[in-house]
C-alpha cells in the first residue's frame, strides 16, 4: 500500500460502518449534454486508470490492495422531479451517507450522470478517501470530459497519459529515519493547546457544514500581499493567524494537506496521494500579513521534503502526541485551482458534497467562478456545535475582508469578531447601577458553586447558567458606582461566542479582573467557575466545577464537587443509601478528562 493510503484505512477498521472518510464531488455542466456518451466518456477514463479498480486486503497484516473489477458509471434521470434542483441535493446527501464495505469486493468508487434538465446535468464522483484524492478525482473528472469532447465530434482526445498504480506501489519512497527525526525536531516545544476544542472524540459521520464568501476585490487584494497575484499563501496566513487566536496562542499548528506528487508518474495516476501533515506559523508582535505570508511560503518549503511521512505514525514517535492525541489543530486547505469552460457552450460548476473526515476544524478555501473566494468550514459535531462551525465561518471570512482592506494591520491587533459579537460586547459593558436586592456576590474564597447538593450553594451562580453583573462583585469599586462586564481571552483579547474567558467589572472606561470565568454567548454570559480551578490538560482547558457538574448527573451521585489541587483533579462525592463506594469511585473517574489524574473520594451516604 502507499503510506497516504494506510490511515484511510484505519478510519474504515475503526468505524466499517461511518461514511466520515467518503469524498464526494458534484458538477453541474450547463448546456446540451449527450448522457450516454458522458457515460461512455466516463467508462472509457476509468478503464485507463487500473487505480479506479483498487480493492483492499483488509485484514492481512500487513494490510495489501489488489484490483477488483471495473466500475461501471450509470445514469440518474431526475427530469421528473418536482422540484429537480433539491432532487440533486437529496440524492447525492443519500448516497454520500451510504458507507463502503473495504471487506467486500465492491467498488469504491461510484460514477453517476444526473438527468435534470434539457439544458442541466450533474456529474457525481464518489469514493473511499483510501482510493482517491482531490487531485486524482480532478485527473478523472477532466480525462473523461476530454474523452466526452471527442465523442461529439470534437478534436480526438490526447492519448492516455496514466500509468499503473502497481508501478507506483513498486517505486514509492516510504519515509526515511532522517525524515522521522526532522519531524521529532520540528514539533519540539509546540504548544500543547493546538485547537479550540476542549474535547477528545473520535470522528463523526456526519459533520457541521457552512460556508461564506469572500468578494472579488478581497481576492484581488490578498493577491498583492507580495505583488505576485498569488492569493493562496496569504489566505494560508491569515487562517493559521485566526486558528492561534482562537488557542489564545501566539502559535499556529495547523495540518496542511501535502499533495506529495513530486514525480511524473506520481502525477499520472489518479490515486490517494494526500496527507496531512502539521505546518507551524507564528503570530509575531506588531507582523503584518506579508511579513506572515513569507514565513508561511518559508515554512511550507522546510516541511516539503518531508512529505512521505504518515501522519498515524507521527503520532507514536512526537512527544507533543503522547499528551495531547494529536500532531496538529484545525487542518487548514487552500486549493488555488479554479474551474474552466470544457468547450464552447458548456461550463461547469463544481461542488463539494464531503471533503472528507473533519477530525476536528476542516477549513477550506476554494476560487469561485465569480473572481471571488469561498470559505468552508466542516466540524467534528463531537467537538463543536453547528452554531459554533457558522461562527468560525463567517470570522475567517470576514478577517479576509478585513486585511484586504488593511493590508498593513498587525495580525496580532487586527479584530476577529463578527458584528453581532462587537455589538453583544458594547451591551454587556454598558455601565449602570446594580440593584442587588435579588442577587447575592459570587464567593471571592475559592468555593466551588453546587458543592452541597444539585443546586446553587447559597446565592452562588450555578456552573454553566447565566451571569449577571449583579452577581460579579469588585472589591475596588463601591455598591453603588456604575458597571458594565467584559470578558477577555488569554491573550488580552475580547472572547467571541462560544469562548471561556475572564470577567472583568468595566467602570469608568476601565477594566478590573476578576477571579471568575464566563463563556460568552448571544444571549449573555454563562459561568465557568473561577479561574484558579482552571488547568490545560492534554492540549484541553478543564474546570473543576465542569467535571463536578458532569458527575452530579452520574447514577448513584447525591452530591459532588471538584477542586485542582497542584496537577491532581480532587473529586468528593456524596453518594445515595445503598451504592457500592468502590464502584462508584471507579464509574467517577472514567468521567475526569485524560490525563487530569483524578483522585476520587467517596463519603459517607446522603441523610
Not at 434521470?77 to 451510504?98: F, H, I
Request: hydrophobic share 40%.
Amino acid at each position: 500500500m502507499l503510506p497516504s493510503q494506510h490511515g484511510m484505512v484505519e478510519g474504515y477498521r475503526i468505524d466499517p460502518n461511518g461514511s466520515a472518510f467518503t469524498v464526494a464531488l458534484r458538477t453541474q455542466l450547463l448546456g446540451l449534454v449527450d448522457r450516454e456518451l458522458l457515460r461512455a466518456a466516463t467508462r472509457r477514463a476509468l478503464a485507463e486508470s487500473d487505480c479506479t479498480r483498487v480493492r483492499f486486503d483488509v485484514d492481512d497484516e500487513p494490510m495489501t490492495q489488489h484490483l477488483g473489477a471495473e466500475i461501471e458509471p450509470y445514469i440518474v434521470d431526475l427530469t421528473a422531479a418536482p422540484d429537480p434542483s433539491e432532487a440533486v441535493r437529496r440524492w447525492c446527501r443519500e448516497r454520500t451517507d451510504l458507507p463502503f464495505d473495504l471487506r467486500s469486493d465492491d467498488p469504491l468508487m461510484e460514477f453517476a450522470v444526473l438527468a435534470v434538465g434539457p439544458q442541466e446535468t450533474w456529474y457525481y464522483q464518489r469514493a473511499h478517501h483510501s482510493v482517491v484524492d482531490g487531485y486524482g478525482a480532478q485527473i478523472l473528472r477532466t480525462r473523461a470530459l476530454e474523452i466526452y469532447g471527442e465523442l461529439i465530434g470534437g478534436a480526438p482526445a490526447a492519448p492516455a497519459q496514466t500509468s499503473s498504480i502497481v508501478e507506483l506501489v513498486e517505486q514509492e519512497q516510504h519515509e526515511s529515519s532522517e525524515s522521522e527525526q526532522f519531524w521529532v525536531d520540528y514539533l519540539a516545544g509546540v504548544p500543547e493547546r493546538m485547537s479550540p476544542t476542549e474535547s477528545q472524540a473520535l470522528i463523526r459521520s456526519h459533520a457541521h457544514e457552512h460556508s461564506a464568501r469572500v468578494s472579488a476585490q478581497a481576492r484581488t487584494a490578498l493577491g498583492d500581499t507580495l505583488r505576485n497575484r498569488v492569493w493562496s499563501y496569504p489566505v494560508i496566513a491569515a487562517v493559521s493567524a485566526y486558528v492561534a487566536a482562537a488557542c489564545e496562542q501566539h502559535e499556529a499548528v495547523i495540518g496542511a494537506p501535502v499533495v506529495a506528487r513530486d514525480t511524473p508518474l506520481e502525477r499520472r495516476v489518479a490515486t490517494m496521494m494526500m496527507c496531512v501533515l502539521p505546518l507551524r506559523l507564528a503570530v509575531e508582535p506588531g507582523g503584518d500579513l506579508a511579513a506572515a505570508t513569507r514565513r508561511a511560503a518559508k515554512e511550507m518549503r522546510a516541511v516539503r521534503p518531508h512529505n512521505r511521512a504518515r501522519p498515524e505514525h507521527l503520532l507514536s514517535v512526537v512527544p507533543v502526541a503522547w499528551r495531547t492525541g494529536r500532531i496538529h489543530g484545525p487542518t487548514v486547505n487552500v486549493i488555488p485551482f479554479e474551474e474552466e469552460l470544457v468547450s464552447e457552450g458548456l461550463e461547469l460548476h463544481t461542488e463539494p458534497v464531503r471533503r472528507g473526515p473533519a477530525f476536528d476544524l476542516l477549513i477550506t478555501v476554494v476560487p469561485t467562478n465569480d473572481a471571488g473566494l469561498r470559505v468552508e468550514v466542516s466540524a467534528n459535531p463531537s467537538h463543536y456545535t453547528d452554531d459554533e462551525t457558522r461562527w468560525h465561518t463567517q470570522r475567517i471570512a470576514e478577517l479576509l475582508e478585513r486585511l484586504a482592506a488593511q493590508p498593513g494591520v498587525a495580525l496580532d491587533e487586527v479584530e476577529l469578531r463578527m458584528a453581532a459579537e462587537i455589538e453583544a460586547a458594547e451591551r454587556l459593558a454598558v455601565e449602570e447601577v446594580v440593584d442587588r436586592s435579588d442577587a447575592g456576590p459570587v464567593e471571592w474564597s475559592g468555593q466551588r458553586s453546587g458543592e452541597h447538593g444539585h443546586g446553587p450553594s447559597g446565592d452562588r451562580p450555578v456552573y454553566g447558567e447565566v451571569l449577571s453583573v449583579a452577581q460579579v462583585r469588585c472589591p475596588d469599586l463601591a455598591d453603588d458606582v456604575p458597571r458594565g462586564l467584559a470578558v477577555l481571552d488569554l491573550l488580552g483579547r475580547p472572547a467571541r461566542f462560544g469562548m471561556v474567558g475572564r470577567v472583568h467589572v468595566v467602570s469608568g472606561g476601565s477594566l478590573h479582573e476578576t477571579e471568575l470565568l464566563a463563556q460568552v454567548l448571544p444571549d449573555g454570559l454563562r459561568y465557568r467557575g473561577p479561574a484558579d480551578q482552571r488547568r490545560l490538560v492534554a492540549g484541553a482547558y478543564v474546570e473543576a466545577d465542569g467535571v463536578a457538574a458532569e458527575v452530579r448527573h452520574a447514577a448513584g451521585v447525591h452530591a459532588a464537587s471538584a477542586r485542582w489541587d497542584a496537577r491532581n483533579l480532587r473529586i468528593d462525592v456524596t453518594p445515595e443509601h445503598g451504592v457500592d463506594p468502590v464502584e462508584l469511585a471507579a464509574r467517577v473517574k472514567t468521567i475526569a478528562p485524560r490525563g487530569s489524574r483524578a483522585r476520587v473520594t467517596v463519603g459517607e451516604p446522603y441523610g
